[in-house]
């Protein structure tokens, strides 16, 4: 069983994260991690005089922001969590998008957000390598664009959901800060189907970063993979916490 788990920036400080991934990992379970790290791009734009714009969720980035963005995801978060879930016990190898050309992308939407990409394809040859001998892959979410190969930054989400298609994963769980999806009067929502999904996005009650999670799970459903979980880090131990996204519509309950 291969599971693709998306971890966002501020999830990343849970003490309870490495090890949850080490006892995964040890069940026999094939993991691979892709990466979020925004606060932290923002925090060095900030300290560079600039001022961060987010589209949905997504980050507007220029070309000379996108070396921002590899420096800070591509260096400095995907070493710090390699090094330390290493520590763990975890066998981690990281790496990006980039490397093996692992994730080829169009200009996201109208090119208004800049040198964003939204994948066209995820080629996981070194994803099966790694996991073939026991590693865990650790990507950072910045890929290439199919038109000239230059360097492009990729929403998490929509990079895992890209890969777990790709390795036709089990499960994609999108780690965030908060246990699942809130519904308009705040409450955790046990389970959405797609088309449930797609009207939150639409009624405006997914707003901000929700929206790009909703979206990439549906992408996701839609390229194969079987489920898709928004949860906290303690979703990683328990099946049952979070909110479940499935392609079929619900059955109704009376």
Known sequence: MTRVIKIGGRAQGDAALAPALVAAHATGERLCVVHGGGDEVTTLQRA???????????RATSPEELSLVRMVLSGTVNKRLVGAWLNAGLPAVGLSGEDGNLLTCDVFGDGSLGAVGQPRAAHPAVLHALLDAGFVPVISPVGRFAHDGSGCNVNG??????????????????VADVDGFRDASGATVAALDAGTAAAHITSGVATGGMIAKLEAALRALDHGVTRVRIGGVAAIADATRGTVITRAPLAATH
Request: glycine share 10%.
């Open 48 to 58: 560079l005089g600039q001022e961060p714009v987010f589209v949905n969720g997504r």
């Open 157 to 174: 989400d929509d990079a895992a959901a890209a890969i777990a298609g790709a390795l036709q994963a089990s499960e994609l769980l999108l």
